[in-house]
């Protein structure tokens, strides 16, 4: 059974520029998480979706983040305008409706 | 609000020497807890996780982990260490899959 997918794996960008990353979850999953985390630190839920729907978004910083999961499979998040202190590896998870999240190997974004 | 304390940032073991990592929580209801181990430049993988029932919990790789609610904690343990067990360690709480929150690791050394 494939993992959860991620790209990039690794993006560089200056700071006030967008970006994008994607995740296509293990086939079948209903539930996908984006996590933010920052060199030291635990990761961070910025969002889950449960299937198309938004279960929980409460720390996600809407000014300048989106994320979408159209069709309840594949979901990006986008970072517009990105700043230095959005560096961090930026996880994916997903998850058969309550069971374990199983994680991708994330995204490491460095914004200069 | 559920929180996650790992009180040592960094352990170093010998190879073959017993290991046990802290993780204290907070939690208003029953808790459901977990831990996961990150390799460098990997996503994280489920050690194990308790739900209910038997409060003593095996996992992969020969960990266990001890839920005690008068301590709120819930430390892993293995009783003898791999070079390859050279990792940072992550507890989690969470009701069931949502709102789950990470400590911030513990990153472990394993001494040849």
């Known amino acids: 059974e494939a993992g959860v997918a991620q790209s990039p794996r690794y993006k560089i960008i200056e700071k006030r520029q967008s970006v994008a990353f994607w995740c296509n979850p293990i086939?079948?999953?209903?539930?996908l998480y984006w996590y933010q985390q920052i060199l030291g630190q635990g990761p961070k839920l910025l969002i889950q979706f449960q299937n198309n729907g938004v279960v929980d978004d409460s720390q996600l910083p809407k000014d300048r983040f989106s994320a979408e999961r159209l069709k309840g499979v594949d979901s990006t998040l986008k970072i517009q305008p990105a700043k230095l202190e959005d560096s961090a590896v930026y996880l994916c998870a997903s998850s058969p409706r309550t069971d374990t999240q199983y994680f991708g190997p994330g995204t490491r974004l460095t914004v200069l | 609000a559920q929180s996650v304390t790992q009180p040592d940032i960094h352990i170093t073991v010998s190879e073959g020497a017993s290991l046990e990592l802290r993780c204290n929580y907070s939690?208003?209801?029953?808790?459901?807890l977990f831990w996961y181990v990150q390799s460098p430049g990997q996503g994280l993988q489920l050690l194990l996780k308790?739900?209910?029932?038997?409060?003593l919990v095996q996992g992969i790789k020969g960990f266990e982990a001890e839920f005690k609610r008068s301590q709120s904690s819930f430390n892993l343990r293995k009783p003898s260490v791999h070079w390859s067990d050279a990792a940072e360690y992550f507890c989690a709480v969470g009701a069931n899959n949502n709102d789950m929150r990470f400590g911030a690791g513990t990153r472990l050394t394993v001494k040849p």
């Open positions: 939690y208003g209801a029953t808790p459901y």
């Open positions: 086939s079948g999953h209903a539930t």
């Open positions: 308790y739900f209910s029932g038997d409060t």
